[in-house]
């Protein structure tokens, strides 16, 4: 069966702290994708990373990096140099290649608060 | 680039009421689906089409109705509206069905139901 976990129901850090989002999954497929999603006050979410699980190099995005390690299954998200800009909470998704009905599962989400 | 329109954005309505949900998508999309997000539960899928004419239930389907006559539009109806249907609503797209694909979501729709 399908499962995400994201522990971490809320972060607070201080601005320019780094800090990491932690997300574990559950999948018997061996073809599968895993994603990041950040949703800001606004309200919408927004569509960060995409990872297969053929891939486990890291990936970095300026100041956003995403260590993927299958031995683990974990999926974890890291922000260096944190900025109040990056409040948010922050969704880890996972989708099978073989699922039938085409639908992610989302793990419960991480508030992230950064204090100014 | 207008992507996923939902309307309303704030809706409240008395227990027994119904109303659609709207939803809009000018990507051309093939695959639309309804999320209900709810504190501590993530996103729920509650109902999803795979193209015009063909839609499917979710995992949290009771309550709601959806149909989908246009690539474009995916509406989603409450019939009798009950205070457990109190939530977010997102609608999502993306490309296709392969799994691949990462979802362009619309800005939600907060509903209350008292």
């Known amino acids: 069966a399908q499962k995400v976990t994201q522990a971490q129901t809320e972060i607070s850090v201080v601005e320019k702290e780094d800090v990491t989002l932690d997300c574990v999954y559950e999948?018997?497929?061996?073809?599968?994708?895993l994603f990041w999603y950040k949703q800001p006050p606004s309200g919408e979410l927004v569509f960060l990373i995409r990872r297969n699980s053929f891939d486990e190099q890291n990936e970095i995005s300026g100041r956003y990096s995403w260590n993927f390690q299958k031995s683990t299954s974990s999926f974890n998200f890291t922000i260096t140099a944190s900025q109040v800009v990056d409040s948010a909470v922050y969704f880890c998704?996972?989708?099978?290649?073989?699922?039938?009905?085409?639908?992610?599962?989302f793990g419960t989400g991480t508030r992230l608060k950064v204090l100014a | 680039n207008a992507g996923v329109t939902q309307t309303p954005k704030f809706q409240v309505l008395k227990t027994g009421q119904s109303m659609t949900l709207q939803c809009a998508q000018d990507?051309?999309?093939?695959?639309m689906s309804w999320y209900r997000q709810d504190p501590g539960m993530g996103l729920r899928l509650i109902h999803y089409s795979v193209g015009a004419g063909i839609t499917d239930q979710g995992e949290v389907p009771n309550g709601y109705n959806v149909s989908r006559s246009t690539t474009e539009d995916f509406p989603l109806r409450l019939l009798s509206a009950a205070p457990s249907q109190t939530s977010v609503y997102f609608c999502?797209?993306?490309?296709?069905?392969?799994?691949?694909?990462?979802?362009?979501f619309g800005s939600g729709t907060r509903l209350t139901v008292v």
């Open positions: 999948t018997r497929d061996t073809t599968y994708y």
């Open positions: 999502a797209s993306r490309p296709g069905t392969e799994t691949y694909y990462g979802y362009t």
């Open positions: 998704a996972l989708s099978e290649g073989s699922s039938g009905t085409y639908k992610y599962i």
């Open positions: 990507m051309n999309h093939e695959y």
